[in-house]
């Protein structure tokens, strides 16, 4: 995006012309003193935009551009700030994709930001009206960018709106200025990767209270929407509570601990005087909360802490008060000079119920500053909505593994006269997958095998499977042809009993809404009966909504092996039917589940062009278990993405 014309709608606070579109005094702007990215229209954007500048900030000042030396972190938070803003502002009232540009101006230091959305009929709006988030860091509107701002305005172009602000820095003495300058911004993107240290980088070293309290009037909103995206992606109960220590020492607190319980707990010591505002100071009446996290602004004092802790944990007589209020000071563990000091608890809710207690410290302070206390109190819901999450992923993390383990077959049968090899990969590794198979043995020397695919995830499709898989097996047990077991498993599919099986099974993740009907459980499936004879293996199958399977010769022939027809679970009265052939020695057949036909490269697939037929005649030759690593790896190297399907693939070969 090039420089921006004559404003129709400005806000400015300095001078007539807009900043930005002063005459630089060197010339054209430094091509890598400029930071762009196209953001999609979704609550990740800001987030996303925060990254792009932290970034941008960080290559800058490595890269010792002309004017990083008054890049101060003061700043790259306000810059921060107004990018989040103006990009939600665009986000919620546009609603188109964004456009962010960063330039640093060389050699004042200044930075330009600029936002545009391809709704240019919309002004932008002031968030008062309404608020987009329930998160109170985003949409704070323009009235905080104009604040932060030296100037600010709006551009209007065809098809187009631009949103810009220039801030700069402000001059102040010579010892505050360098000592500002010490610290750089930071690579949210980089600190990420290294884990627990992105915390360090959100709260860095308190310097002096006047600075300490223009961050907290400032950076503040910065820290905690950067937090707020940090601890919303972690899935573990005890890396959210190291990551909070990490975030409120040392710039909110000398130490931190967080105690955490079990949501079925629910009690409490009821016993004993009330010796800290609030505290019941013995531990009777259930297990107690579990120390998980203790954190010191100097490390050689942790083990002594924790040990002081553990003894006298947390036990408030209001549960749902989320706090703060004071907590017993452990003078015992810490050295002289801190044997005094304040120490306050937040209790950690979530959803209504109590998941543990945040305890925060600082020596020296007869009480902590209202402003501290605040921000932790906001820190402290976050903590909390993250613990619940990371319990609600576990909860669902481990009925997947029980269900998953119910779905599978435990061994899959050894067939006289045919090598077989299954491969079967989930999307989602916490989940049940929707792609099952099986391999047993039927009795009167036949052998059956199934390949399906259930529409949907989770636990609904499980029940399908679930389902599915047993009445495969006694329908085979039975003697039933291979079309007489569709139609059954079709109209069982239809079945009353089903769909109640499958109401429970929604209801188990998350609480049916008035209206919620029963869902669809539509089945696509290939079943086939396998019986050896001298000199091959006799094969009947059908094919229900499901990938037709592939026949592979040894010349590298390649044909498919049945004919489509309806999905299971669509029309109750629907008869099937179902081919014989021969499976010769040397001969392959190829099952697989969509997750392989329909594996996605851009706009293409990967059975385009008969791409899975291609893929199958490159094989020839080839023992059962190298034919199925072979496909699995094509079918991985066609996309550059992670699938986002289930694969399941197997491969019946005659001796």
């Known amino acids: 995006m090039g420089a921006i014309p004559t404003q129709r709608e400005t806000a400015r606070r300095v001078s007539d012309a807009p900043a930005h579109l002063r005459a630089l005094p060197h010339g054209p702007a430094n091509p890598r003193a400029r930071a762009h990215a196209t953001l999609p229209g979704s609550p990740a954007a800001p987030g996303s935009a925060r990254a792009l500048l932290r970034t941008a900030f960080t290559d800058w000042a490595r890269l010792g551009l002309p004017g990083t030396d ?166 573990d109960e005890n890396l959210v509570a190291a990551l909070a220590g990490q975030l409120i020492v040392p710039r909110l607190a000398d130490w931190c601990a967080v105690w955490l319980e079990d949501e079925v707990m629910g ?60 907590y017993p000071w452990p003078g015992q563990a810490l050295d002289l000079r801190d044997a005094h000091g304040t120490a306050l608890a937040y209790r950690l809710i979530a959803g209504g119920r109590p998941l543990g207690t945040l305890v925060i410290g600082r020596s020296g302070l007869l009480r902590f500053p209202d402003e501290i206390t605040g921000l932790v109190e906001d820190l402290s819901r976050r903590v909390a909505l993250a613990i619940g999450a990371a319990r609600q992923y576990a909860r669902q993390a481990t009925i997947s593994r029980v269900l998953q383990r119910g779905l599978l077959p435990t061994a899959v049968a050894e067939i006289p006269g ?3 090899a299954l491969v079967h990969e989930p999307c989602d590794k916490g989940g049940p997958s929707g792609d099952f198979y099986d391999l047993f043995p039927a009795g009167d020397g036949r052998w059956c095998f199934a390949v399906g695919d259930v529409q949907g995830k989770g636990p609904e499709a499980a029940v399908v499977i679930g389902l599915a898989r047993p009445w495969l097996r006694l329908l085979a047990r039975e003697g039933y042809r291979v079309a007489d077991v569709l139609d059954r498993l079709n109209r069982l599919l239809l079945d009353d009993a089903t769909e109640a099986a499958d109401a429970a099974a929604r209801a188990l993740v998350h609480p049916v809404a008035p209206g919620d009907g029963p869902q669809t459980r539509f089945l696509s499936l290939l079943y086939g009966e396998l019986a050896p004879f001298e000199g091959g293996v006799r094969v009947t199958l059908a094919s229900a909504g499901h990938p037709l399977p592939l026949l592979l010769g040894p010349d590298g022939t390649v044909r498919t092996a049945a004919r489509p027809q309806t999905l299971l679970g669509v029309i109750e009265d629907e008869t099937y039917t179902s081919e014989t052939f021969e499976l010769l020695p040397g001969e392959t057949l190829l099952c697989v589940t969509d997750g392989v036909t329909e594996r996605r490269s851009g706009s293409r697939q990967f059975d385009d062009s008969d791409g899975l037929a291609t893929a199958l005649a490159g094989c020839a030759g080839l023992s059962a278990q190298l034919i199925a690593e072979r496909i699995k790896r094509l079918v991985h190297e066609f996309g550059g993405r992670p699938p986002e399907d289930d694969l399941a693939l197997l491969v019946l070969q005659a001796e």
Not at 97 to 112: K, N
Not at 136 to 152: K, Q
Not at 180 to 185: G, K, L, R, S
Request: charged share 30%; proline share 6%.
């Open 70 to 235: 008054h890049l101060t972190d003061g700043l790259a938070d306000d810059a921060v700030l107004v990018a989040s803003e103006l990009v939600t502002n665009a986000v919620v009232h546009a609603g188109t994709d964004v456009e962010v540009v960063c330039r640093l101006e060389e050699p004042t230091g200044a930075l330009v930001l600029e936002v545009c959305d391809r709704h240019p009929s919309r002004a932008p709006r002031d968030s008062d009206a309404e608020s987009p988030y329930e998160t109170p860091e985003y949409g704070r509107g323009l009235r905080l960018v104009a604040t932060l701002a030296e100037s600010w305005g709006v551009t209007y172009r065809k098809g187009a709106k631009t949103v810009w602000a220039r801030l700069s820095h402000e001059d102040e003495e010579g010892e505050e200025r360098a000592e500002e300058d010490e610290t750089t911004a930071y690579d949210s993107g980089q600190a990420r990767e290294r884990g627990l240290d992105v915390a360090g980088f959100l709260a860095p070293e308190p310097r002096r209270p006047e600075r300490d309290r223009d961050w907290l009037n400032r950076g503040a909103l910065s820290f905690l929407a950067e937090a707020s995206d940090l601890l919303a992606g972690q899935l």
């Open 267 to 326: 009690r409490w010591g009821s016993g004993g005087s009330d010796s800290a505002g609030g505290w019941a100071a013995d531990g009777t009446g259930g297990t107690g909360p579990r120390l998980a996290r203790v954190w010191h602004g100097s490390e050689n004092r942790i083990e002594q802490l924790r040990r002081a802790l553990e003894k006298d944990p947390p036990h408030p007589r209001d549960g749902l008060r989320s706090g703060p209020v004071p």
């Open 418 to 420: 045919v090598h077989s």
